[in-house]
């Protein structure tokens, strides 16, 4: 599996030091055909290196820190007005299409997925980014008022996550107002050809749910489970005999005049149906709470316990988005253009795939001590990996590139923490008053 990680790694640096790759730097307008074309101060594989070595720094300390720190050289020799005209024109996509090279790769080997009943489970959410608050941004992305009346900008991201082996698969970013369910749709496009022939669960919570989308998975062949909201096809949910069956989830006259007026062409579509039949599942959360259920699945391959199993690991797409969010300071963007905000978050999720791949073998790697469970720390391994991956990308010598690497794997196993099983999780006070927090310090 090391060994996987090491080649998926090599894949990256060839794709970021590859002639081809100077044209996919290019944005897609003709007047950018020429642009990465020429020898300049600042190459555009340092471009691409820079960019995701972000820490969260203004941009001449990020260029100090590059230069200096991972290149090694004496001085800056160029302004960081240069290095943010190479930014303006670097299209966004080469980022995308480094994450699904290394994914390609990882999805291409069985053996090594984790999966449940066949199944690789994928979590789709959405998430609001602040971003910076400009006329441009408030004009590309939307806005939100808050209790001062003041709009401030923010995007919509939405990111399909493997909940078993942790990788973001696909992250789709759009305006504040978008249509979640939208976004999601593009998420499945966009993953069929990193997973190939391996078979998707799509997980998805309770703001989801809708005739539509059962009918645009449905005959996709895409299987589903979603989570009900209070008030969503309770008839159907009253009419149940058991806690777990097929029920037809019925085409009302109330149903399809809201469908005509929102979807018109699936309207068109389903009008004279009667029904979509659909398994709706009740789940026992505790004494006090009772969640519906709603999925395609057969109860051969998945019965009610694997269903409540399987739809509590949502929740792992919500903590990735905590990671990225406050560990990897996703949101500390390079400047203030809207491009800046696609290329940061993109390269970002590149650099959160490749720390979760190195994470998830060096768990196998750590035995129960004492009788506990141990995991490496997140937090701390994010920190090291910045401070010393793209250093390793800078070294042309493979043999001592790959010694590197090992030498990185093995820092990062070397600080973990207790699983503690069934612990309740007690909310950190902070007070607004003050100015640092003491109980969210960042690694890097």
């Not at 820079?50 to 290149?71: A, C, H, P, W, Y």
């Not at 994450?99 to 984790?114: A, E, Q, R, V």
């Not at 400047?335 to 905000?341: D, W």
Request: aromatic share 12%; glycine share 4%; net charge positive.
């Amino acid at each position: 599996m090391k060994k996987d990680i090491k080649y998926r790694c090599n894949i990256l640096k060839n794709f970021i030091y590859d002639n081809d790759t100077r044209k996919r730097c290019r944005l897609k307008d003709e007047k950018y055909q020429n642009s990465f074309s020429r020898k300049r101060k600042i190459p555009f594989y340092d471009i691409l290196l820079m960019t995701l070595n972000k820490q969260g720094k203004n941009v001449s300390f990020e260029i100090r820190d590059f230069e200096l720190n991972k290149k090694g050289e004496k001085c800056v020799k160029y302004s960081d007005e240069a290095y943010l005209k190479q930014r303006r024109i670097l299209n966004p996509d080469v980022f995308k299409e480094m994450k699904n090279l290394y994914l390609k790769d990882f999805y291409s080997k069985p053996k090594y997925i984790k999966k449940k009943n066949g199944y690789i489970l994928c979590a789709i959410d959405g998430s609001k980014v602040e971003i910076p608050n400009t006329p441009l941004n408030r004009n590309t992305f939307g806005s939100e008022g808050n209790q001062h009346k003041r709009k401030t900008a923010r995007a919509l991201i939405s990111g399909i996550y493997d909940v078993e082996n942790h990788f973001f698969l696909d992250v789709e970013i759009d305006r504040v107002d978008s249509n979640e369910t939208t976004l999601a749709k593009r998420n499945i496009y966009e993953i069929e050809e990193i997973l190939g022939e391996n078979k998707e669960l799509i997980i998805l919570d309770r703001g989801y749910p809708s005739i539509e989308l059962f009918n645009w998975l449905e005959n996709r062949k895409k299987k589903f489970i979603m989570r009900l909201s209070s008030n969503d096809y309770v008839k159907e949910r009253d009419e149940m005999k058991t806690e777990d069956e097929f029920i037809t989830i019925k085409y009302t006259p109330a149903r399809l005049n809201k469908i005509k007026k929102t979807k018109p062409e699936f309207y068109e579509e389903i009008k004279d149906k009667s029904g979509i039949k659909l398994r709706i599942t009740k789940i026992e959360i505790n004494e006090k709470t009772t969640e519906y259920l709603i999925s395609n699945l057969n109860k051969n391959e998945f019965c009610k316990e694997d269903l409540k199993e399987v739809y509590g690991k949502r929740w792992q797409v919500e903590i990735s988005y905590n990671s990225i969010k406050n560990k990897l300071k996703i949101e500390e963007f390079t400047g203030n253009l809207p491009q800046f905000i696609y290329q940061d978050i993109y390269a970002q999720i590149v650099v959160y795939n490749q720390i979760q791949d190195m994470l998830y073998t060096g768990r196998k790697e750590i035995k129960s001590k004492n009788g506990n469970e141990y995991k490496i720390n997140e937090g701390k391994a994010i920190g090291i990996f910045k401070e010393k991956y793209i250093k390793i990308m800078l070294i042309k010598d493979r043999r001592k590139a790959i010694k590197e690497l090992d030498l990185l794997e093995k820092e990062m196993e070397r600080y973990v923490s207790i699983i503690r099983k069934n612990r309740r999780s007690n909310t950190r006070k902070w007070s607004p008053s003050n100015k640092y927090r003491t109980n969210y310090k960042t690694s890097f």
